[in-house]
């Protein structure tokens, strides 16, 4: 039994030194000497957990993906376009701790397009994002917030591209893009496609 | 004369190499091994380029913006809101040249992150980028084509975080947004925009 609990706060240990190393420095500088320093432990202790790079890489989606789970959320203020405004709350960099994941997951990109494995659980990873972000929309739509006319999907898309593009603007530009200004950019951002009605013809 | 040559087709060559390491693998896959793999040539002659990893990445951004400078642009149907939808097609990943080139900058993003210097580059790039969205969006607004009462830096900042955003969902996910699709999301978007009439209050 305690070999067990030591085997389990071992764990922790590792997967919380690896945060540190991703926050502080991103995928690109996940390394296994980097995750052992943190530590202070060996690098040969670590290759116990994690024989290869990828497995480190795949564990650390693993890490990220537990942080932004348990994350505290935006209580919405009601359904369909609040609820929309919160989910999107909860992606931007309004805190120290969500500028952190932000930079976290922005780091992940380069290593999950350059490994089709990784690459395919960020796929997963945001398309389950919009199909949460949709069905906001679609409520939205059904409220008469959002235009009933267009498709949901779309309306889904370009809200989650806004509200990834300016996590990467607010991060490049924290001074530029303060807290304040990312709530004021999401309301204008929303406003518009609450007024948008029909897209134009492209021209 | 001829060694002055030799001198700068090799340059050429170590800069092509770099850029096909870029477009394969990212900043992430980028190093010294691997330019000169590219090349058939030894790490010895990379390092009388490159003396350290930093001096590699620095020109890499160089390779980038030489790239992204050099490649044809979308002529504008007009000035303003139609000049700003050209530069903004400009970044999107409609043709495999621009699908590399996005996964490129977008792999920067992890190295730029870590880096002061190289972080304060990308960021000097996207404050140049935004100057020249803002001159579109003031004509736009001038033309009554964009609300007149809204901050054109916060309508500028919306559009190229979209814009951002739309490259980073295209490219884990070019089945789901393809081209057209892309460029309906953009219409839909420069729509909502123009319609956004006053933000809302936050709520």
Do not use: C
């Not at 039994?1 to 945060?19: F, K, L, N, Q, T």
């Not at 997963?124 to 008469?144: C, F, I, S």
């Not at 924290?174 to 304040?180: K, L, R, Y």
Request: hydrophobic fraction near 45%; charge should be neutral.
């Amino acid at each position: 039994m305690p070999a067990r609990g030591d085997h389990d706060a071992r764990r922790r240990d590792v997967s919380a030194a690896v945060w540190r190393v991703l926050a502080a420095r991103g995928f690109g500088g996940l390394t296994l000497r980097a995750v052992a320093a943190e530590m202070g432990a060996s690098t040969g202790l670590l290759t116990h957990y994690f024989p290869s790079k990828r497995e480190l890489l795949r564990h650390a989606l693993d890490v990220a993906d537990e942080h932004t789970s348990a994350r505290e959320r935006t209580a919405p203020r009601g359904p369909g376009l609040a609820a929309l405004r919160a989910a999107l709350l909860d992606v931007l960099p309004l805190t120290a701790e969500a500028t952190a994941m932000n930079r976290v997951w922005v780091s992940s990109w380069d290593a999950a397009l350059s490994d089709p494995e990784l690459g395919g659980r960020e796929t997963e990873r945001y398309a389950r994002w919009r199909t949460g972000l949709r069905a906001h929309v679609e409520a939205a739509q059904r409220l008469g917030e959002l235009p009933a006319d267009a498709d949901p999907g779309d309306l889904t898309l370009v809200a989650a591209s806004f509200a990834h593009g300016l996590v990467v603007q607010a991060l490049f530009a924290p001074g530029h893009i303060p807290a304040e200004r990312q709530l004021r950019l999401l309301d204008r951002f929303l406003a518009g496609l609450a007024a948008g009605g029909a897209a134009p013809a492209g021209g």
